[in-house]
């Protein structure tokens, strides 16, 4: 699906995004007409398709409800319902008039239309071809760039879900690698990839005991994106980059086991992310890793009440083989901090069950040490409509996390506090580093249809990030 900026007079089928308080003066009648029949007032949730045969047009409307533009996920899932609505009465080339709008909302509409367009066709022999091929937004000159920074901003949720969409026969650590190397030359950003010796090297030892049961070597992705050479500082980014957890030889089983391919999600968000804050131009230094690894079970396998090491020299137990994506994370996190001299650090990824369970696919808990980045992180979801809620980093709980015989162990034999106990282990690590936390394991697969985001790989937390990075400018 195509998406421009440009008139919408001469298209036959038109959309309007309707406050039932405040009726468009150029489109009354026709909802004096879409109210006779009383099908529509204008109230959240509202679409109607008005045929005119006499002229064969059609006017699409979308209540979005009281409050009207200023609330932005109204308006979002207004412009899903028109996409379905259009595509419903196989509408080619769909015009949405936007005059009189704000900026931030011509934006919205913009990165809406795109994220509610998205299939995943990629393995489907025949797919139905959708009917909707392209849409123009007419809105004030003056958010002209609002539209293309919007098509940006859905683009890159795309490219997160695509990536999480892939199964992990196909995208082994090493091809997502070689994907972030063709996203970054795309995207204007450096990429630079490690394989297992420079893994070694580094002393990734945490890392390299996760992928050792895999015949798919893991990789170390570095993105670097330097908006301002000026600028000493550098946001980091850190995305769980697990291609595929089976949850080593403490086995997973269940239904759950099918849908693991999406645990390197939180490394799709970083990836999508990185996309869009180049091709923005943000004024902003951004270094993102994703240490992209496979978690299988052979003879070679790391097994539990191993004592492993890590980059930063500590010792660890492993008590769970499931509880791999801390691993990866830690030996990340120093290779940040080392390497990269990172200013501060958000990593996000599908970490703990438990998290799911807080809050299911609506948001994600988040913890760390940072009132600063935790506040940046705050306004950015609430922009994006994305939700996040601050968990304590409970002190108390720290010592489950050390060894008696390793300097810590990798997970708490005690079956709660599994959240808290996951960020207290990477906090071991973060040696004072400005750090925020994501645990994102619930909305970053759905296993149903979202407003505008189809089941699988959602993309969430894309649009959170590159606020997030922006806000940093
Ligand atoms: N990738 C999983 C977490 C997960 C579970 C993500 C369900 C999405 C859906 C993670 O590696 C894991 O297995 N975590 C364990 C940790 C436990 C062994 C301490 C968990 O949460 O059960
Ligand atoms: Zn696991
Ligand atoms: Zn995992």
Redesign the pocket.
């Known amino acids: 699906m195509e998406l421009k900026w440009g008139s919408v007079s001469l298209l036959s089928a038109k959309a309007y995004l309707i406050d039932p308080l405040k009726q468009e003066e150029q489109i009354k009648s026709i909802i004096q007409l879409a109210k006779e029949f009383e099908a529509f007032s204008g109230k959240k949730g509202e679409v109607c398709a008005i045929h005119d045969y006499s002229n064969k047009t059609t006017t699409l409307l979308a209540g979005i409800g009281d409050g009207g533009m200023t609330n932005s996920e109204n308006v979002r899932r207004a412009v899903a319902k028109l996409i379905q609505l259009a595509e419903s009465k196989k509408i080619k080339t769909l015009g949405i008039y936007l005059k009189g709008c704000p900026y931030e909302i011509v934006q919205v509409v913009a990165e809406t239309v795109v994220m509610s367009s998205y299939r995943y066709i990629e393995y489907l022999s025949n797919p139905v071809e959708s009917n909707l091929k392209s849409v123009l937004i007419e809105s004030d000159p003056e958010t002209e760039i609002a539209v293309l920074e919007g098509r940006i901003i859905g683009q890159a949720v795309c490219t997160a879900r695509n990536l999480v969409n892939e199964p992990s026969n196909v995208q082994t650590p090493e091809k997502l690698a070689d994907e972030v190397c063709k996203l970054g030359k795309e995207c204007g950003f450096e990429v630079e990839v490690y394989g297992p010796k420079d893994i070694h090297s580094f002393g990734m030892a945490a890392l390299e005991a996760v992928g050792k049961g895999s015949p798919n070597p893991p990789r170390l992705i570095v993105m670097r994106y330097k908006g301002d050479p000026e600028l000493d500082s550098t946001v980091g980014l850190i995305g769980k980059g ?1 291609t595929f ?1 089976s ?1 080593g030889l ?1 086995l ?1 089983s269940g239904q ?1 086991f099918i ?2 391919k ?2 390197m999600a939180g490394g799709g968000t970083v990836i999508g992310a990185m996309c869009a804050i180049a091709r923005l131009k943000r004024r902003v230094n951004v270094t993102a890793i994703v240490a992209a690894v496979e ?1 299988l079970i052979s003879g070679i396998a790391y097994k539990p009440g191993d004592i492993i090491g890590s980059m930063a020299g500590k010792t660890i137990q492993v008590n ?1 083989t ?4 801390r691993l990866t994370l830690v030996d990340a996190i120093t290779y940040a901090i080392q390497k990269e001299h990172v200013s501060s650090i958000v990593d996000i990824g ?5 998290a ?1 369970k807080i809050m299911g696919e609506f948001g994600a808990p988040v913890l760390g040490n940072s009132e600063k980045v935790w506040k940046k992180l705050e306004i950015a979801a609430e922009r994006a409509g994305e939700l996040v809620f601050r968990i304590p980093l409970v002190e108390d709980a720290r010592s489950k996390m050390k060894g008696d015989v390793s300097d810590l162990v990798n ?2 034999l005690a079956e709660t506090g ?1 959240m808290v ?2 960020a207290l282990f990477m906090d071991e690590f973060i040696d004072g580093t400005p750090w925020m936390h994501i645990d994102a ?1 619930g909305p ?2 759905l296993d149903k249809d979202m407003p505008y985001t189809p089941k699988g790989g959602s993309g969430w937390g894309v649009r959170t990030l590159i606020n997030y990075a922006s806000s940093m400018q």
Do not use: I, Y
């Open positions: 697990v957890d949850g403490n997973k759950r849908t693991m999406h645990d978690n769970s499931d509880a791999e994506g599908t970490l703990t069950g438990a799911r997970t708490s599994g106990t996951a394991a970053l697969w």
